[in-house]
């Protein structure tokens, strides 16, 4: 009787093409050891000066508070404790700024590299052939370029990510305390830096292939993840629907407090929002002028504090969607060109 198991085709090739697979990654790991080992290096200094700073801001105003003095109001005396005080919020401050900018300048460094000496360089000098001739298909070399330079972007993106929560959130009592929604602070919060690295790896592998030339490749790479990041810090308020609150004229309504704030206007009997420039006049002629709009009520559009996972959720799922698209342009290019 004949069985109705069929063989298992794959057990003769799956090991050897795991094994070649792997021996793509560790060529990889070895030729580029050098700039992997100073990313490392790197990320692990910013998190020590990130986590010494902030212990050091932590005595600074423990000392503060015993020394008795105040910003607000300085005593005779207290010239001195006041002004070591805020020199210490000041380089936190400048601190935070920087780390920010390091996460979100991260995406077009990571693409440059992977566009470069990575892709292009290869494909530019030849070298490529050598790899593919050694039972290494090209779809499997550029997996293994893939592989290797996106655990590790997620791996530090995602250690400097948290430090950098971390950081931020021990200091949102300073003196120079910055709003979660600034673009230094959100880009690089949560997921968000993570994904953008991703997608500048993507970006980055998609230009080598297409560029083919080094120098080239790598300017191409930090424009486009320099555009995008530009582009999301833009959309970014528009990615989640806005809360409105709709007040009487002179109520004395604010922003709630630690929410980002959007438009704001005056709001018609029928709906119709307009803009707050629409009655210019004297104080005392403003709710006339309004009168004849048929307005007599304000809106403020904003996203509360609870808004930033929402925000950060969905702007990581568009990066890594894009990341993906990138990834198969990448592999139907190569397949276009080697086969």
Request: include cysteine; proline fraction near 5%; glycine fraction near 8%.
């Amino acid at each position: 009787m004949s069985t109705l198991t069929p063989p298992k085709p794959d057990a003769a090739t799956a090991a050897p093409a795991r094994v070649a697979l792997r021996g793509a990654v560790r060529v990889v790991l070895r030729v580029h050891r050098r700039p992997l080992q100073i990313v490392g290096a790197t990320a692990v200094l910013v998190i020590l000066w990130m986590v010494g700073l902030s212990l050091w801001s932590d005595r600074s105003s423990a000392d503060f508070a015993a020394s008795g003095c105040s910003v607000e109001h300085t005593v005779p005396g207290c010239g001195t404790a006041v002004r070591d005080f805020l020199d210490v919020q000041m380089l936190l401050n400048d601190v935070q700024n920087q780390a920010g900018l390091l996460l979100m300048v991260l995406p077009a460094l990571v693409g440059a590299f992977m566009a470069g000496p990575v892709i292009a360089r290869e494909l530019e000098s030849g070298t490529f052939r050598l790899s593919w001739s050694q039972s290494v298909s090209p779809a499997r070399w550029l997996a293994a370029k893939l592989l290797a330079p996106a655990v590790l972007t997620v791996a530090v993106t995602s250690a400097l990510a948290t430090v950098f929560a971390w950081f931020w959130s021990r200091n949102d009592d300073s003196f120079y305390a910055r709003a979660w929604y600034e673009e230094f602070v959100y880009g690089s919060l949560g997921t968000v830096p993570v994904a953008h690295a991703l997608l500048g790896l993507a970006i980055g592998t998609l230009a080598g292939l297409l560029v083919r030339r080094t120098v080239a490749a790598m300017a191409t790479t930090v424009v486009a993840s320099g555009l995008l990041i530009v582009a999301f810090d833009t959309l970014r308020f528009d990615l989640w629907p806005v809360r409105t609150d709709v007040v009487a004229l002179r109520s004395g309504y604010g922003f709630p407090a630690d929410s980002w704030s959007g438009a704001q206007g005056y709001v018609t009997s029928t709906g119709e929002r307009l803009p707050a420039e629409v009655c210019q006049e004297p104080a005392g002629d403003v709710v006339d002028c309004l009168a004849t709009h048929g307005s007599s009520e304000r809106y403020y559009d904003y996203h509360p504090a609870s808004h930033y996972w929402p925000l950060q959720l969905v702007e990581t799922g568009i990066l890594l969607a894009l990341a993906a698209l990138a990834v198969f342009a990448a592999f139907r290019v190569l397949r276009r060109l080697h086969g």
